[in-house]
Nanobody, 117 residues
Framework: QVQFVESGGGQVQPGGSLRLSCAAS????????MTWYRQTPGKGREVVAS????????NYADAVKGRFTISRDNEKNTMYLQMNSLKPEDTAVYYC??????????WGQGTQVTVSS
């Protein structure tokens, strides 16, 4: 089965940094583009950043451009999200999945990111 396990979240003060990891299994990781999503009660689920199969092509939501960096290691079947200069608005549960079509039945538990003083 396709599985995603997100980790690395936590509580930080505004301006702090976190590095999220997404461990994928159950499919050929290197043949799929990947995406980080985040979800809040008010906004629902939104795309944060996406990355191509080889990691050379990346895209970011306007809200995180210049602050977040997406990357992947196909040898480890793992995707990362380096988050710097965090803002309270970044508070959300962060998920990973394939792109452009999600594996609908394989959403992980996500990892909570809380940015507050």
């Amino acid at each position: 089965q396709v599985q995603f396990v997100e980790s690395g979240g936590g509580q930080v003060q505004p301006g702090g940094s976190l590095r999220l990891s997404c461990a994928a299994s159950g499919f050929t990781f290197s043949t799929w583009a990947m995406t980080w999503y985040r979800q809040t009660p008010g906004k629902g689920r939104e795309v944060v950043a996406s990355i191509g199969t080889a990691g050379r092509s990346t895209n970011y939501a306007d809200a995180v451009k210049g602050r977040f960096t997406i990357s992947r290691d196909n040898e480890k079947n793992t995707m990362y999200l380096q988050m710097n200069s965090l803002k309270p608005e970044d508070t959300a549960v962060y998920y990973c999945n394939t792109f452009p079509r999600v594996s609908s039945g394989s959403w992980g538990q996500g990892t909570q990111v809380t940015v507050s003083s």
